[in-house]
């Protein structure tokens, strides 16, 4: 099992960057494929990316997101980061990462994770 914790969110403005951690804690982190969510208030949880185990060689990133947002991992400091370049008012959510001890590369949608952290709040003013 093991536990996730994401940090890093805030107010930020339009423009700005962002990066995210998710820091994990109970296991070896590097045999989970990782991926990070949002959700808006009222809106669906939202698919925004994803790193494989290991060395993370592998990410993959839904088309509303690509170029602007990079996942990446470091295994010594059992951390997998989102960062989220050229922020819009759009991207404003809760950001969640979750662990797939499964699939070597992660999936696209919640429910084929197995853990999930509490979230981060990120909120872009205008």
């Known amino acids: 099992q093991v536990q996730l914790v994401e940090s890093g969110g805030g107010l930020v403005q339009a423009g700005d960057s962002l990066t995210l951690s998710c820091a994990a804690s109970?296991?070896?982190?590097?045999?989970?494929?990782v991926g990070w969510f949002r959700q808006a208030p009222g809106k669906e949880r939202e698919f925004v990316g994803r790193i494989s185990w290991n060395d993370g060689h592998n990410t993959y990133y839904p088309d509303s997101v690509k170029g602007r947002f990079t996942i990446s991992r470091d295994n010594a400091k059992n951390t997998v980061y989102l960062q989220i370049n050229s922020l819009k008012p759009e991207d404003t959510a809760v950001y969640y990462c979750?662990?797939?001890?499964?699939?070597?590369?992660?999936?696209?949608?919640?429910?084929?994770?197995?853990?999930w952290g509490q979230g981060t709040q990120v909120t872009v003013s205008s």
């Open positions: 979750a662990a797939d001890q499964i699939n070597p590369n992660g999936g696209n949608t919640w429910y084929e994770y197995d853990y």
């Open positions: 109970g296991h070896t982190f590097s045999t989970y494929a």
